[in-house]
């Protein structure tokens, strides 16, 4: 028993550390700069405001440091900001999401019940 579960927490470790290496590498395999899609629609940007925009995301180090930084704010639970707003990224989320818990706690309450009728039955069988 204890080498299953040491085996799942090593896949799950596994996991985790390969999407959060696909995601800051991510940024760099995108055609184009992550800055530059963000001020892609003000035509008053500055090469200096870009530059420091770069620079306050950390785009301008390099890539294992961005990495390590990114691991070190998610282990804290900081998501990052939103591009427009400059909302934290949870805060935008759940603004978003509000309005629609009551529906999709229904949904999930019926699947459930769905689910669990459904495993019901087959067992009897």
Do not use: W
């Not at 003000?42 to 390590?68: A, C, F, H, M």
């Not at 529906?103 to 019940?113: H, I, R």
């Amino acid at each position: 028993m204890l080498r299953f579960l040491f085996s799942k927490f090593l896949l799950a470790f596994v996991t985790i550390f390969v999407t959060t290496i696909l995601v800051t590498l991510l940024i760099h395999i995108v055609p184009g700069d992550p800055v530059q899609i963000m001020f892609a629609q003000s035509q008053g940007s500055t090469p200096e405001q870009i530059e420091q925009v770069r620079k306050n995301l950390g785009l301008d180090q390099p890539i294992y440091i961005q990495y390590v930084n990114y691991i070190d704010q998610l282990s804290k639970g900081d998501l990052g900001k939103t591009i427009r707003g400059g909302a934290t990224s949870i805060r935008g989320y759940f603004s978003k999401t509000t309005k629609h818990n009551p529906l999709s706690s229904k949904c999930d309450g019926d699947c459930t019940y769905i689910g669990s009728t459904s495993r019901l039955f087959s067992s009897l069988q």
